[in-house]
Antibody, heavy 117, light 110 residues
């Protein structure tokens, strides 16, 4: 069974940093592009980052470019999102998502990041 | 990177058909046949119901269909059922390993 489990969320102050992790299982992790998608509670989905199978291609939404960095460790079947200079509008659930042919076929349950003073 | 435009809400009675639009531009929906649609119920992670404009993953009801015309994609749900009540999001690949979601449409089954 394909499974992604996010961790590392929590309550942080504006301007600080946080790194999210995603542990993947049930598929050949190293074969797939992976994404981070976030959702403010009660609001819409926002794609924020992707990384291809060998980390040679990465992409970011304008809202996080320069502050967030995505990386992966295929030996550990893990995806990461390093978030810096966090702002209140970064408060959201963050989903780890598996890509297959340009769409998102499997989602984690999400982890909540709350940025507040 | 402005979100794709979807109506905030649509509604229909059981058995009816509804269509949700998703409007982008010539650089996203108009440029690629990589439009997908996601269904999200409260408290749940999204689930893909359409990919590649008009393809259904296995296990998704034939009542869900997708199409595209120019810079606008459409999701049609026929034979509405109470269980279809959820929020629906469109998404398009926009090149250079980036994607864009729509703002979401809340479907109410009357």
């Amino acid at each position: 069974e394909v499974q992604m489990v996010e961790s590392g969320g929590g309550l942080v102050e504006p301007g600080t940093s946080l790194t999210l992790s995603c542990a993947a299982s049930g598929f050949r992790f190293g074969d797939y592009t992976m994404h981070w998608v976030r959702q403010v509670p009660g609001k819409g989905l926002e794609w924020i980052s992707a990384i291809n199978w060998n980390s040679e291609d990465v992409g970011y939404a304008d809202s996080v470019r320069g502050r967030f960095a995505v990386y992966r460790d295929n030996t550990r079947n893990s995806l990461y999102l390093r978030m810096r200079s966090l702002r209140s509008d970064d408060t959201a659930f963050y989903y780890c998502v598996k890509d297959i042919k340009y769409f998102f076929d499997s989602w984690g349950h999400g982890v909540l990041v709350t940025v507040t003073s | 990177q402005s979100a794709l435009t979807q109506p905030a809400a649509v509604s229909g009675s059981p058995g009816q058909s509804i269509t949700i639009s998703c409007t982008g531009s010539s650089t996203d929906i108009g440029a690629y046949d990589h439009v997908s649609w996601y269904q999200q119920s409260p408290g749940r992670a999204p689930k893909v119901i359409i990919f590649g404009v008009n393809h259904r993953p296995s296990g998704v009801s034939f009542r869900f269909s997708g199409s595209k015309s120019g810079n606008t994609a459409f999701l049609t749900i026929s034979g509405l059922q109470a269980e279809d009540e959820a929020e629906y999001f469109c998404c398009s690949f926009v090149g250079s390993i980036t994607w864009l979601f729509g703002g979401g449409t809340k479907l109410t089954v009357l």
